[in-house]
Structures are given as structure tokens and as C-alpha cells.
């Protein structure tokens, strides 16, 4: 070959290399663009994605990609809800070639409560051949409270909406709301429990008791201003306190220790007709739980309450003053603040309370929320008095008063630092179907107990359930618990019973009050609430090992 047409050879291969080189250069720059705008994409900047894609939409190599990514962009970010055209192929295609599924697309536009881009998206769907489109399309609807087009979407398409899942939830809402504006109410974890109408009653959803939701929860919820709420109510729990009442008249209250987030708040429907919400108005007579108040006064006061007690013999009796107390039986010889709490005896508290006087144990009275602003805070009804009326203050008799809620969040002092956590009732801010809770902040905790006073008490509270205490057998080992009971008459309605603890141990997530009321004896009613508490605690251990 002569030099000059090799030179001219070698110059059309390097030419050749130089465009190869280009090409792929060039093919790698749109694979890039194609990859980020899907990332884009999934990571919710709408904008940016379309971005990458729209200067791609023209490509004969990933045209497609990008026309099928830029349509479902602008349907993501289009608040209008307008169906969104895929360009110059149908949706089904554009869907393939996106390369990004609309599913988490879909829930996080309705998380984001971006209702006009769920439609979008869920036309989109419908469109290409995903039958979900249309629950979402109509889900959204539901949330704007447009409840004839899903209606439509409903007859237009029956199979779809008789899937489980989202089809189920928006059939129930519908049937809830009957056409008329409604708030929906949740459980913590977002089961159904009910409807509130404009007019402020509660409608509650199949399987649910009315009792089981507290009216307090949703005094405030009204549908001009709340589509949705979750309460902090757990429905599962509700149910297991339902069943181990049993028929038996009373309420049960469990908070979370920490928060003090209201997971149950039920009273038999024979009290709840009465009216209002029981566990958080019903005042009683603490009876001895209230000796845990005495005993915390006790060391706040700087006396050792476990060297008091075990210098005492209980004998049955005391004379304090002008009268005498009794206690339920002569316990002999204290061995000390366990020994006393476990079997409940008067005289020791007695003692406590008039060693170290009138005011420090009225102080610790308001410490635990005596006379404060708390939903259903309990009162102090007797300041004054002489000695006897001392010791039934102390004791938790005559003098004051309490609601099973405020018996709950006494509990909650014991199960981790001595903080007496705030209650409420009302978890989250919700739409409509429950898919986008916006959490509301739980009221602050204050400081009862010096933390290092926690382990002392709790450790003699764990004496209740042991051998001869009051509440002897009645915690099963998978939910371990520290308790206190106590038992009172009031005139004109029988004997009831508080029995309060923490569970389960050593690391307590419930603090609970279960009270039974209106028996003829307390024989009979600490009878009836051991069978109720032990059949609770039984049902919480079988919960916590499915779990």
C-alpha cells in the first residue's frame, strides 16, 4: 500500500474510534440521567427528576425511558389531579420502561396527604393496567369528601374493592359516614374503632363496643375541622380488659408508663351509661394504694420506713386519738415496708403518717396529682382532724379521693425514674383512611420520686403477689408484675377495689388501675377482682409471648 493511502486509512480508523468513543460517552451521560431521574423519583423531588428526563424525551435511544419516567413525574407532582399523558405510547408501556414502581409512589403521596397527586398517579395506574389505581383514585376522593365518585368507582368496579386492604378500609368508612361529614377514629395502630358525627356522637365501626372508646377521647373531634384521628387507645389491649371484666362492674385503665398515652380506658356498660367518661370521673376512696404515698412521704421525710415498720406488732387494732383503727386481721411482728405492704396493714401506714405529720403527708398527696389539673385527677376532701383522722389519711380512707385513671398514673411513679407521666387520649391528627397521621406531642412528665427511691418501693410492692399478700398468685410468670390493693365501701354503692401496679418486670411498659365495684362485701369484691385481674394479666403474658 503506498504511504499516502495508509495515512489515510489509519486517519478513518482513529476517526471511527474518536466517534465510538463519543457514542459511548454520550450513551453513558443519558444512562446516568435516566438512573438519577428514577432516584429522584423514589426520593420525592418531582421537579428535579422531570429535569433529567425532559431534555432525554426526544432520544431515539431512551426516549421511552424518559418520556415513561416524565409522565409519571409530572403525575407525582401534580396537585391538580389531572390524568397524566405518557406520551406518544399508552401507559401500560410507560410504566415498563420507567423502571419505577408507583406503589410506594402512591402511599407516599398519600402519607404526604398530596391527594391531587395520588389521583394523578392513580389514574396512571388505571391506566396502564394496575387495577390498585382505582382504590387510590378513589381513596383520594374519600379523603377531598367527595363520596359519589367513589361511589362510581365503586359500581364501576366492584371486583377491585373487594380485595382486602384498601378496598375493605374505604367500604367501612363509607359505611360509617352514610354520605354525612364524619371525623374517623383509629386505635394507635390505626384499626377502625369508629366515626364521630357533626353533632359530637360517636358511631362505633363493627366489632367494637361503644364503651370501649372514652368519650373524653373524642369530646373535641368534630368533621369541619379533623377528616381522621388515631386515639392512643390499643384496641387488642381494650378487648382483653373487656373480657376479663367479664360482666362484672368496674373499669380498667392502662397507660404507658413513660408517655402516659391512655392504651385503655373501658368501665362495664352499666356504669358507662350512666354518662361520661367513668375511668376518668368516677372518684372513690384510694384505700391502701394510697399507703405507697405514705411510705414515699415517709422517706422524703428522711425516716427509714422499712426500720419503722419492723419495730411494730400488728395486733389487729389501734387506738389513734379519740378512736380506734382496725386492720383486717393481727399480722404479728412487721419484717419491715414489704412484709406491711403485703399484707396491708393499717397500723403501720398509720404510724408512718403521724410520725412524720399532717403536712408531709398532705405535700406527697399533691406530688402524685392529688388536686391537680390532670384529666380525672383525684382530690383531697379532709385536710383537717385530729389524730384518727390523720391516720385514716393516711391510709387512704375518708379523706380522699380518686379516679381509676389517676390510680393508673399513681402506678406509673413506680415503673422507672419516679416521673408521674401526663395522660391523653389523643395520639395523632389523621386523614380519613388513616394513612397519614401526624403525631400530636404527649404532655410532659414531672419528677415524683427521687429515682434512686424506685427500686426501694417497687421491690416491696413485688411482696403483694407473693406468698400471703393480698394479691397472692395472681400475676402469671410471663407477666410479672409489682402491685397494691386496696378495698373501701362507699354508702349507697357497696365495696370496691383499686388494685394498681407496673408490669411487666423488670422493665415495666404498662402501668394499670383495674377497680370493681358494687359488691355487697369485701370478701366478695376482692374476690371478683383477683378473678378479674389474674384473667387480665393472663391474657397481657399470652400477648407479649405471641409477640
Known amino acids: 500500500?503506498?504511504?499516502?493511502?495508509?495515512?489515510?486509512?489509519?486517519?478513518?480508523?482513529?476517526?471511527?474510534l474518536a466517534a465510538t468513543v463519543l457514542v459511548v460517552a454520550r450513551n453513558a451521560r443519558q444512562d446516568a440521567r435516566i438512573a438519577e431521574g428514577r432516584r429522584l423519583l423514589l426520593e420525592g423531588d418531582f421537579g428535579g427528576a422531570a429535569a433529567q428526563f425532559e431534555p432525554l424525551?426526544?432520544?431515539s435511544r431512551v426516549g421511552r425511558q424518559a418520556r415513561a419516567g416524565l409522565a409519571v413525574s409530572r403525575a407525582a407532582g401534580d396537585e391538580s389531579g389531572a390524568a397524566p399523558s405518557p406520551g406518544a405510547f399508552d401507559a401500560r408501556e410507560a410504566?415498563?420502561?420507567?423502571?419505577?414502581?408507583?406503589?410506594?409512589?402512591?402511599?407516599?403521596?398519600?402519607?404526604?396527604?398530596?391527594?391531587?397527586?395520588?389521583?394523578?398517579?392513580?389514574?396512571l395506574a388505571a391506566s396502564g393496567g394496575d387495577a390498585s389505581g382505582f382504590l387510590y383514585q378513589a381513596a383520594t376522593q374519600l379523603e377531598r369528601g367527595n363520596d359519589g365518585d367513589v361511589r362510581d368507582l365503586i359500581a364501576a368496579h366492584p371486583d377491585v374493592f373487594r380485595a382486602k386492604g384498601l378496598g375493605e378500609d374505604i367500604a367501612q368508612v363509607l359505611a360509617l359516614t352514610e354520605g354525612a361529614p364524619a371525623t374517623i377514629v383509629r386505635d394507635a395502630g390505626g384499626q377502625l374503632l369508629g366515626a364521630v358525627d357533626a353533632k359530637g356522637g360517636f358511631h362505633?365501626?363493627?366489632?367494637?363496643?361503644?364503651?370501649?372508646?372514652?368519650?373524653?377521647?373524642?369530646?373535641?373531634?368534630?368533621?369541619?375541622?379533623?377528616?381522621?384521628?388515631?386515639?392512643?387507645?390499643?384496641?387488642?389491649?381494650?378487648?382483653?380488659?373487656?373480657?376479663s371484666l367479664a360482666g362484672r362492674r368496674g373499669s380498667v385503665v392502662i397507660i404507658d408508663p413513660v408517655t402516659g398515652a391512655v392504651r385503655v380506658a373501658i368501665s362495664d356498660p352499666t356504669t358507662f351509661a350512666a354518662g361520661g367518661t367513668p375511668s376518668f370521673e368516677q372518684q372513690r376512696e384510694p384505700a391502701s394504694i394510697q399507703k405507697l404515698v405514705t411510705a414515699a412521704a415517709t422517706l422524703r421525710a428522711g425516716v427509714d420506713p422499712d426500720a419503722e415498720i419492723s419495730r411494730i406488732t400488728c395486733t389487729g387494732s389501734k387506738r389513734y386519738g379519740s378512736d380506734t383503727?382496725?386492720?383486717?386481721?393481727?399480722?404479728?411482728?412487721?419484717?419491715?415496708?414489704?412484709?406491711?405492704?403485703?399484707?396491708?396493714c393499717n397500723i403501720a401506714f398509720a404510724d408512718l403518717g403521724t410520725k412524720i405529720g399532717r403536712a408531709a403527708v398532705l405535700d406527697e398527696l399533691r406530688r402524685f396529682g392529688f388536686d391537680g389539673d390532670a384529666p380525672g385527677a383525684g382530690h383531697i376532701r379532709q385536710r383537717e382532724g385530729d389524730e384518727r383522722q390523720l391516720a385514716d389519711l393516711s391510709i387512704g380512707l375518708e379523706a380522699t379521693e380518686i379516679t381509676p385513671a389517676h390510680a393508673a398514673r399513681m402506678a406509673a411513679?413506680?415503673?422507672?425514674?419516679?416521673?408521674?407521666?401526663?395522660?391523653?387520649?389523643?395520639?395523632?391528627?389523621?386523614?380519613a383512611l388513616g394513612r397519614s397521621p401526624r403525631a400530636i406531642d404527649p404532655p410532659r412528665a414531672r419528677r415524683v420520686l427521687d429515682p434512686a427511691w424506685v427500686p426501694v418501693l417497687r421491690s416491696a410492692m413485688a411482696g403483694v403477689t407473693g406468698p400471703g399478700g393480698t394479691a397472692d398468685g395472681i400475676a402469671p410468670p410471663s407477666f410479672p408484675v409489682a402491685m397494691k390493693t386496696g378495698t373501701a365501701a362507699t354508702p349507697g354503692a357497696g365495696y370496691h377495689v383499686n388494685y394498681i401496679g407496673v408490669g411487666p418486670l423488670p422493665d415495666p411498659t404498662l402501668a394499670f388501675c383495674l377497680r370493681v365495684t358494687n359488691e355487697g362485701s369485701s370478701a366478695s369484691v376482692n374476690r371478683s377482682a383477683r378473678e378479674a385481674m389474674g384473667a387480665l394479666l393472663g391474657r397481657l403474658g399470652e400477648g407479649r409471648i405471641a409477640r
Open 204 to 243: 362505633p365501626a363493627s366489632g367494637v363496643r361503644a364503651e370501649w372508646v372514652p368519650p373524653l377521647a373524642v369530646q373535641s373531634l368534630r368533621p369541619e375541622t379533623s377528616a381522621g384521628a388515631r386515639l392512643t387507645i390499643d384496641l387488642a389491649q381494650t378487648r382483653m380488659a373487656a373480657e
Open 95 to 123: 410504566l415498563a420502561e420507567a423502571g419505577v414502581p408507583l406503589r410506594p409512589l402512591l402511599d407516599g403521596a398519600m402519607r404526604a396527604r398530596r391527594y391531587g397527586a395520588a389521583l394523578a398517579l392513580g389514574r
Open 57 to 59: 424525551a426526544g432520544s
Open 413 to 431: 411513679v413506680f415503673a422507672r425514674d419516679g416521673g408521674m407521666p401526663g395522660v391523653f387520649l389523643v395520639a395523632a391528627d389523621d386523614g
Open 325 to 344: 383503727l382496725w386492720c383486717s386481721y393481727p399480722g404479728g411482728p412487721l419484717h419491715g415496708l414489704g412484709h406491711a405492704l403485703a399484707i396491708s
Open 1 to 16: 500500500m503506498r504511504p499516502h493511502a495508509l495515512r489515510i486509512v489509519v486517519a478513518l480508523v482513529v476517526l471511527a
